[in-house]
């Protein structure tokens, strides 16, 4: 079965319907987010897709080696457009699935518990070359 | 039908079983494997599950254990001394005699944490030859793939290869270790909070007696204190829930008496270190009904005793806090305004004090901050949540 990555992002995606920064929501309506979120990992883990699933701080910096070989950094990322926000991944059967379930965790609740329309970003694995493939 | 066998009773056998065989002169590597493979066979023997003809398992089990353990390595180093085509096994018989001491049991202790292995290294080692863990559960605990797990514990034994094996370590090393330990808190199916805890209570009776070494007894009392929380540390969904809002009745008052009675006991020795303070003021937390009736005058003399034995900013951090509850939110952002503004946490505890002195606009403004500066996930879900509270009242 194809793996696929199924990555949120805190900024860089196209604009959202219900655009709202989490902190301006109900307290109950952060719950109720944090709630699907929950319940999509353990559906996921339920129907056997589940592979992975990660949470990343905002925080961090690029890191590169300078001319004395030493690493030298940059950031924090406050000025990079795209930063993720966290993945899950799964194992489905095939392209289909995968869009389906973006779908689903597109449509987690937001401010007012209406959906956040969230854009997510689907990308399949490189797979091991099949036994069958040459 | 035999009485049932709990393997994890075998674990706390595990580093005297490796003290005798490195006594005997087994190096410790091999010795740890050894017993390791002598746990598996006890489990297969005695252990396991719907097996019909399995044995009852021996009154010394720990004599059982040393007996295969022995036997064990000395298959290993026959198969060994065989392909060097030399004849050594013979030599490599016990001598009768003493069948380990606790300063042996003490010594894999202080192997396991020794100076020369990074923190992770030591962690890791410790829980397999101190608490007798299988590779896969130190894996599963640490959320990393077991070949890696087991290729950092095998780098761990070959750092400590040379070292002897009868000059004492440092007892200071060790509870750095367990506290690490302690830490890491739970995921899989091992308790690792139970397990520091189980550890300590091993190491402080190692090291004296009647709590003799003071700072090992605070280490176990500190745990204690703070294990006592945890049934009401978090919501069913997972979310933090603070200590101020924590359902106290909730709390494990039997472990909560242990702790207190085992920080008695060391705070009377007058030898105080870092874990006996940190544990006096956990002590007076569990000792309160409600976070209001806290003793906060106490607390912040036992952080500024804290402060002034470590000069940790983080301890500062807290003294703020604790002095924004004695003295008033006022008090508390100007003891908060001397601590580095980097140190974790620095912005929730602004964003608290500052709603307790009426600024709720700053307030939410901080926790939304602070939000993205947490160190993991409930905690950030928690600080977002302060923060759309604050909004919401402010619409």
Do not use: C, I, K
């Given at each position: 079965m194809p793996k696929y990555l199924i990555l949120k992002h805190?900024?860089?995606?196209?604009?959202?319907?219900?655009?709202?920064?989490?902190?301006?929501?109900?307290p109950e309506e952060v719950d109720a987010h944090m709630q699907f979120m929950t319940d999509f990992g353990t559906r996921l883990e339920e129907s056997g897709e589940y592979v992975d699933a990660q949470a990343l701080s905002p925080e961090g910096a690029w890191v590169r080696a300078d001319d004395q070989r030493q690493p030298a950094t940059d950031g924090p990322f406050a000025e990079t457009k795209d930063l993720i926000a966290g993945w899950y991944v799964v194992d489905v059967d095939g392209w289909d699935r995968a869009v389906e379930l973006a779908g689903e965790l597109s449509l987690a609740p937001g401010k007012d518990g209406k959906p956040i329309h969230e854009w997510l970003e689907v990308r399949p694995f490189y797979g091991a070359p099949s036994a069958t493939g040459d | 039908m035999a009485h049932p066998f709990d393997g994890a009773s075998l674990r706390p056998l595990v580093p005297a079983v490796i003290g005798v065989l490195v006594r005997r002169g087994a190096d410790f590597a091999t010795a740890e494997d050894a017993v390791q493979e002598a746990l598996v066979e006890a489990w297969r023997t005695f252990g396991a599950p719907g097996s019909v003809d399995r044995a009852e398992p021996p009154r010394d089990l720990k004599g059982w254990l040393v007996t295969v353990a022995w036997r064990r390595f000395l298959d290993v180093v026959r198969s060994e001394t065989a392909r060097q085509r030399r004849e050594l096994a013979v030599e490599l018989e016990p001598e009768p005699g003493p069948t380990g001491t606790a300063d042996d049991t003490l010594q894999v202790f202080f192997l396991c944490a020794h100076p020369a292995l990074t923190p992770t290294s030591a962690v890791a080692l410790t829980l397999r030859a101190?608490?007798?863990?299988t590779t896969r559960q130190v894996a599963e605990a640490y959320l990393v793939p077991e070949a890696t797990m087991a290729q950092r514990i095998s780098r761990a034994k070959r750092t400590v290869a040379g070292e002897p094996f009868d000059t004492l370590g440092d007892l200071a090393t060790v509870r750095r270790v367990l506290y690490l330990v302690f830490n890491e808190g739970y995921s899989g199916d091992v308790d690792l909070a139970a397990e520091a805890i189980r550890l300590t209570r091993q190491l402080a009776a190692l090291a004296g007696?009647?709590?003799?070494d003071p700072e090992t007894a605070g280490l176990l009392a500190l745990m204690l204190l703070h294990h006592a929380r945890r049934p009401a540390r978090r919501r069913d969904d997972g979310t933090l829930v603070p200590l101020a809002d924590q359902d106290r009745s909730q709390w494990d008052t039997a472990l909560i008496e242990e702790g207190v009675a085992v920080l008695q006991a060391a705070l009377a020795r007058q030898r105080r270190g870092e874990y006996q303070l940190q544990a006096a003021v956990a002590a007076l937390h569990a000792d309160a009904p409600s976070a209001a009736e806290t003793d906060w005058v106490q607390v912040v003399q036992w952080y500024d005793e804290l402060l002034a034995l470590t000069g940790s900013p983080v301890v500062r951090l807290n003294r703020a806090v604790a002095v924004g509850e004695a003295d008033g939110p006022r008090a508390g952002l100007a003891a908060l305004?001397?601590?580095?503004?980097?140190?974790?946490r620095h912005r929730a505890a602004a964003a608290y004090l500052h709603e307790r002195a009426g600024d709720r606009d700053t307030a939410a403004r901080l926790y939304a901050e602070a939000a993205e500066l947490a160190i993991n996930l409930p905690e950030r879900t928690h600080l977002t949540r302060e923060a759309a509270r604050l909004n919401r009242a402010a619409r």
């Open positions: 805190y900024r860089g995606t196209p604009a959202t319907v219900n655009d709202v920064p989490m902190d301006q929501w109900a | 101190v608490a007798g863990l007696p009647d709590g003799q305004a001397e601590v580095d503004p980097d140190v974790p």
